[in-house]
Nanobody, 124 residues
Framework: QVQLVESGGGLVQAGGSLRLSCAAS????????MAWFRQAPGKEREFVSL????????SSADSVKGRFTISRGNDKNTVYLQMNSLKPEDTAVYYC?????????????????WGQGTQVTVSS
């Protein structure tokens, strides 16, 4: 069974940090682009950050640039999202996703595999 499993979410005060992890099982994703998306209550799921299959290229949404950093583990089958200077507007369920198309796309339509999500809540 192919799975992406997120962990590391929780409750943090504004200005704090969290590190999300996404571990793959059931198949290898080391040759796939991987990304983080988030969805706040009543809102569309939106792009946060993505990293290409090699880990060399990455991109982030303007709303998180300079605060969030995406990276891949040495095995390339794990992806992390380091979130610093968190704001209440970062509160959402965060989803890990993988794409075999390697098109370096910010569109959720390009991602075939999704995790169940991990809740991040930032209090003011």
């Amino acid at each position: 069974q192919v799975q992406l499993v997120e962990s590391g979410g929780g409750l943090v005060q504004a200005g704090g940090s969290l590190r999300l992890s996404c571990a793959a099982s059931g198949r290898t994703f080391r040759n796939y682009d991987m990304a983080w998306f988030r969805q706040a209550p009543g809102k569309e799921r939106e792009f946060v950050s993505l990293i290409n299959w090699s880990g060399v290229s990455s991109s982030s949404a303007d709303s998180v640039k300079g605060r969030f950093t995406i990276s891949r583990g040495n095995d390339k089958n794990t992806v992390y999202l380091q979130m610093n200077s968190l704001k209440p507007e970062d509160t959402a369920v965060y989803y890990c996703a993988a794409s075999s198309r390697n098109s370096f796309s910010v569109s959720k339509a390009y991602y075939e595999w999704w995790g169940q999500g991990t809740q991040v809540t930032v209090s003011s």
